[in-house]
């Protein structure tokens, strides 16, 4: 599958393979670490949280990780298909704050 | 769908002017959040109400301000407006975001397009 070892902001992937989307954070008194998928003209869509004080957690073919030592959040996408073609933001929110704070984003595009 | 509406879709107005984005949360939230997203600045968070008062402030100009009203429906206000506030803005809605805080999953509008010329 395709991997990235620092944010890009572009990540190309053949149909089928797995993806890793990554995301340095800059907070770390964040409390809650969300990624969200935003396929174009629309709104965000939130695709899976994961709380601080746990460093992996899976939904249906994602999977999140939080490396807090060095601040690193990825999101991995198994078995990627062409409707995961799309930008995904991660985004952070402090313990005591109701605002999310997004990343860059890194847009995907699957091959078929 | 995410049960999140937003009024108008697109915008487009000339620099000074005074423009109004409407949103209407999803049924049964009580918080709205408002994000301005560009090119250069990304999803940035402007504002949350919860249950009609102001709740949380990010980088919001202070020539833009916005209010919930007692259906939980919300207005932006943008004035003066300039060239660098074409953007879209989403709205976002949850269920929680009062008094005690835990994390409560944000559903966003379509967002409405901005154009300043």
């Known amino acids: 599958g395709e991997s990235v070892g620092l944010h890009l902001p572009t990540l190309s992937v053949q149909e089928g393979d797995n993806s890793i989307i990554n995301c340095a954070y800059s907070?770390?008194?964040?409390?809650?670490f969300i990624w969200y998928k935003q396929e174009s003209g629309k709104g965000p869509q939130f695709i899976i949280d994961?709380?601080?004080?746990?460093d992996k957690r899976q939904g249906q073919r994602v999977t999140v990780l939080l490396n807090k030592t060095v601040k690193h959040l990825s999101l991995q996408i198994a078995a990627t298909q062409p409707g995961d073609s799309a930008v995904y933001f991660c985004?952070?929110?402090?313990?005591?704050?109701?605002?999310?704070?997004f990343g860059a984003g890194t847009t995907v595009t699957v091959r078929a | 769908d995410s049960g999140v509406t937003q009024t108008p879709k697109h915008l487009i107005t000339a620099t000074g002017q005074r423009v109004t984005l409407r949103c209407s949360p999803r049924?049964?939230?009580?918080?709205v959040y408002w994000y301005q997203q560009s090119l250069d600045q990304g999803l940035q968070f402007l504002i949350q109400?919860?249950?009609?008062?102001?709740?949380a402030k990010g980088n919001i100009l202070e020539r833009f301000s916005a209010q919930q009203f007692p259906d939980l429906h919300s207005e932006l206000n943008l004035s003066s407006l300039e060239l660098g506030d074409s953007a879209l803005y989403f709205c976002?809605?949850?269920?929680?975001?009062?008094?005690?805080?835990?994390?409560?999953?944000?559903?966003f509008g379509p967002g409405t397009r901005l154009t300043v010329l």
């Open positions: 985004a952070e929110r402090g313990s005591n704050d109701y605002k999310l704070s």
């Open positions: 109400y919860y249950n009609g008062e102001e709740r």
């Open positions: 049924s049964g939230d009580l918080s």
């Open positions: 994961i709380r601080s004080n746990m």
């Open positions: 976002a809605s949850s269920v929680e975001g009062g008094r005690f805080l835990s994390y409560n999953e944000q559903f």
């Open positions: 907070n770390s008194a964040s409390d809650y």
